[in-house]
């Protein structure tokens, strides 16, 4: 698995972070409502949603295909500080592969 499909990380810090309501939200967030995933299946469907912002059918389908591993992979996660690190995580992850494919100077 490459650093792009990875949807979480041992002992990753996060400076650009802040604590609000006791849950840990990013600054910038792939599309809006992220801050309000919290369980595993809204998770997956905005990590989905976000697949459709990408530019090509292949692209789109390579990590649509990369979160459903990975959500089957975390199935049998039971630990709640685990699942939001991990969820924590897979939005950062969206946001670094949309800017990754984002056209430069807003080019249609």
């Not at 650093?3 to 990753?12: K, N, R, V, Y």
């Not at 059918?57 to 459903?68: F, L, P, S, T």
């Amino acid at each position: 698995m490459n650093s792009d499909t990875c949807a979480c990380m041992e002992g990753s810090s996060f400076p650009e972070r802040s604590q609000q309501k006791g849950q840990w939200i990013s600054w910038m967030a792939p599309l809006p409502g992220a801050e309000l995933v919290q369980r595993p299946l809204q998770l997956y469907r905005y990590l989905l949603r976000c697949c459709r912002q990408l530019p090509t059918k292949g692209i789109q389908e390579h990590y649509k295909h990369a979160v459903r591993q990975n959500f089957l992979v975390h199935a049998d996660e039971d630990d709640p500080q685990r699942i939001r690190q991990i969820i924590q995580r897979a939005i950062e992850d969206a946001d670094w592969i949309l800017n990754k494919y984002k056209k430069p100077n807003g080019e249609s």
